[in-house]
């Protein structure tokens, strides 16, 4: 059975920095891509960025040049570094991961979803 167990969420001021992770364990043949969701109240939940095993990578706009997606391979983890945080990045923030397992079936999984919030 595979898990992603996040990590990281909080509080922080407007221009503050927060890193998450997110852990994928369980009997794994190979991971494509992992990454990050986020949903506001009252917003769709949008991709916010997503690394590919070769580690190419995708943002959506109002984060690029602020938030860096990046993954350890060897642990199964991908990272966000979120810098220069803005009140519009509050949000639930849930890991995504498509992952074949040794039954060479490729599925999706999510975290459990945790909180950022900025705020003064």
């Known amino acids: 059975q595979v898990q992603l167990v996040e990590s990281g969420g909080g509080s922080v001021q407007p221009g503050g920095s927060l890193r998450l992770s997110c852990a994928a364990s369980g009997s794994m043949e190979s991971i494509n891509y992992m990454g990050w969701y986020r949903q506001a109240p009252g917003k769709q939940r949008e991709l916010v960025a997503r690394?590919?095993?070769?580690?190419?990578?995708n943002y959506v706009d109002s984060v690029k040049g602020r938030f860096t997606i990046s993954r350890d391979n060897a642990k199964n983890t991908v990272y966000l570094q979120m810098n220069s945080l803005k009140a519009e990045d509050t949000a639930v923030y849930s890991c995504y991961a498509e992952i074949k397992t040794m039954d060479s079936i490729t599925r999706a999984y999510w975290g459990q979803g945790t909180q950022v919030t900025v705020s003064s």
């Open positions: 690394i590919f095993s070769g580690g190419s990578t």
